[in-house]
C-alpha cells in the first residue's frame, strides 16, 4: 500500500513541476520543432514587406498580450488540476471542465479578432496566413502538454491491487 501511495504522490508532484514550468515549455516545444523563437518562425513564415511588417507589429504585440493572459490562465487550470487528481470531486471536475472550455473559447475570441485587425493592415490573405499559423502552432504545444497529463482516473487504474 505505501508503494502504491509513493507512486501516486511522485506522479502528481512531476505533473504539478510540468504545470510550473508551462511557459517556459511553450517556447520549448516550439524551438525544439523548429530550431527558431516564435516570434522568428511569424516573421519567416509570413514574409511581409518592411511597411506590412511594421503595420503588423502592433497586432502582434497585442495579440501575443492577450495570448499569454490566457497562458497564464491555462497554466492555473493546469495547476488547478494537478492539486486537486487524487481527491477530484464532481463539483470540481464540472468546475474545471467549464473553465477549460471558457479558455479554449477565449482563445478562438482571440482569433476573430486579431483576424479582423490584421486583416486591416495586411490584408486578409496575410492575416489567415497568421492565424494559420498561430492555430497550428498553439495545436502544437496543446498536444504536448496533452501527453503529459494523466487523464482522470488513469493513475488509479495503473494501482496494483495487493
Known amino acids: 500500500m505505501k508503494k502504491i501511495s509513493l507512486i501516486l504522490v511522485l506522479a502528481i508532484v512531476s505533473f504539478s513541476s510540468y504545470a510550473q514550468s508551462t511557459f517556459k515549455e511553450d517556447i520549448d516545444v516550439l524551438q525544439s520543432f523548429y530550431g527558431k523563437s516564435k516570434g522568428d518562425l511569424v516573421k519567416e513564415y509570413m514574409n511581409l514587406s518592411d511597411s506590412q511588417a511594421a503595420a503588423f507589429a502592433k497586432v502582434y504585440d497585442s495579440y501575443e498580450a492577450d495570448r499569454k493572459g490566457l497562458g497564464q490562465t491555462k497554466f492555473q487550470l493546469i495547476n488547478d488540476y494537478a492539486a486537486n ?78
Open 85 to 162: 487528481y487524487a481527491t477530484l470531486t464532481d463539483e470540481k471536475a464540472d468546475e474545471l471542465a467549464k473553465a477549460t472550455l471558457r479558455n479554449h473559447i477565449g482563445y478562438e475570441k482571440l482569433y476573430s479578432k486579431t483576424y479582423t485587425q490584421a486583416k486591416k493592415v495586411i490584408g486578409a490573405i496575410n492575416a489567415a496566413k497568421f492565424i494559420q499559423l498561430e492555430v497550428y502552432l498553439q495545436t502544437i504545444i496543446r498536444a504536448e502538454i496533452l501527453e503529459t497529463i494523466p487523464f482522470i482516473g488513469e493513475l488509479d487504474k495503473s494501482k496494483v491491487k495487493i
